[in-house]
């Protein structure tokens, strides 16, 4: 009698618990996630699954809480910004999230905008890393002489106080900026130089942002001597009032992200759950949606938004490993 209970109540929590969460439920990157909503308002045109759950948490936490476990207390899809690194994998695969689908969407540019005096002048890489950086002084020693106007860095630009707004520490941007340009446009070499390059200096010429990019487009516009880091496609949706800076003489652009010519381009990525798909209503369809013709062709709504596509044979060759991967267990 007491086994016949006992199976009774099992079997009752795992039906429960099958049906506990209806809703997928996505985190991650703030740069894919106006993408992410405009897939969810467009995937389930007859209202036949319930309205996708979708945070703005930023790549980091993202992942973080994407790779710690199985089931539905557990969100199915992390959005990021940047790939995943090896230390988030050991971390997926610790809490046996060890079957999961990596599926390149598209690319992004790192975007340094302005409302003001620093609009369509141009940085290079170490430009940027002078102005970032604890070293970035005339004798490159921590918090020494740093500079505090531009045309300290370079006399090409104007006499106004640094002020940069970064996105937080959690953000995918911050991982990529750090990556694609601290590090590439840094002085130190040689791998005790790693820690260095990528450090950034906490006086006020740095304004620590949030995971917000609305938010932080409208500081732009309230202080124009600021200049923030954005995703190019918050660029293309307020480019009535901000503007972007030049690159090593290269302006973000459809093309010259996509062509990665544009120093600071960068993929985007979604991780998917392969033992979530069985399980979670809507998944495998939206997932399909985010790579449909409708989303991502050349007149896709997610390009009128400001993805950048990818060439067409990274694409072909990316749905074809998608399609194979997603249902291995």
């Known amino acids: 009698m007491y086994i016949l209970i006992l199976l009774t109540f099992l079997t009752i929590n795992l039906s429960a618990n099958a049906i506990a969460r209806e809703n997928l439920y996505i985190v991650g990157s703030s740069t894919i996630f106006p993408f992410s909503r405009d897939v969810a308002s467009n995937f389930d045109k007859n209202d036949i699954f319930p309205e996708p759950v979708i945070e703005s948490s930023g790549s980091g936490d993202g992942i973080n809480l994407f790779c710690k476990g199985i089931g539905v207390e557990f969100p199915d899809i992390a959005a990021a910004s940047r790939k995943i690194t090896k230390q988030e994998i ?49 004798n490159n020693q921590r918090n020494v002489n740093l500079p505090q106007v531009w045309s300290e860095i370079d006399e090409n630009l104007p006499e106004k106080e640094i002020k940069i707004l970064l996105p937080p520490p ?25 820690e260095r390059c990528k450090e950034i200096r906490e006086d006020r010429a740095v304004i620590e942002g949030t995971e917000d990019d609305s938010a932080l487009v409208k500081y732009l516009k309230e202080d124009n001597d ?68 409708a989303a991502l062709g050349e007149q896709g709504y997610l390009i009128d938004e400001g993805l950048v596509p990818l060439m067409i044979d990274e694409f072909e060759a990316e749905f ?8 291995r267990k």
């Not at 003001?116 to 940085?123: F, N």
């Not at 959690?170 to 790693?194: H, P, V, Y």
């Not at 074809?320 to 249902?327: A, Q």
């Open 90 to 138: 050991e971390n997926c695969e610790k809490n046996n999230v060890n079957s999961f689908t990596e599926l390149k969407i598209g690319f992004d540019g790192i975007a340094f905008v302005t409302s003001g005096d620093m609009a369509g002048k141009k940085l290079t890489l170490n430009n940027i890393w002078r102005a970032l950086s604890p070293f970035g002084g005339a």
């Open 170 to 194: 959690t953000s995918g941007t911050r991982d990529s900026l750090i990556e694609l340009a601290m590090k590439k446009g840094c002085i130190f070499q040689g791998a005790s130089a790693a």
């Open 226 to 293: 600021v200049v923030g880091v954005v995703g190019y496609s918050y660029l293309t949706t307020y480019q009535s009032s901000i503007s972007a800076i030049g690159i090593n003489k290269i302006f973000p652009l459809p093309v010259t992200i996509q062509n990665r010519t544009y120093p600071l381009s960068r993929p985007l990525f979604l991780y998917a759950k392969n033992k979530h798909v069985e399980i979670i209503p809507g998944m495998e369809e939206f997932l399909f949606e985010f790579i449909s013709d």
């Open 320 to 327: 074809d490993k998608f399609t194979t991967e997603l249902y």
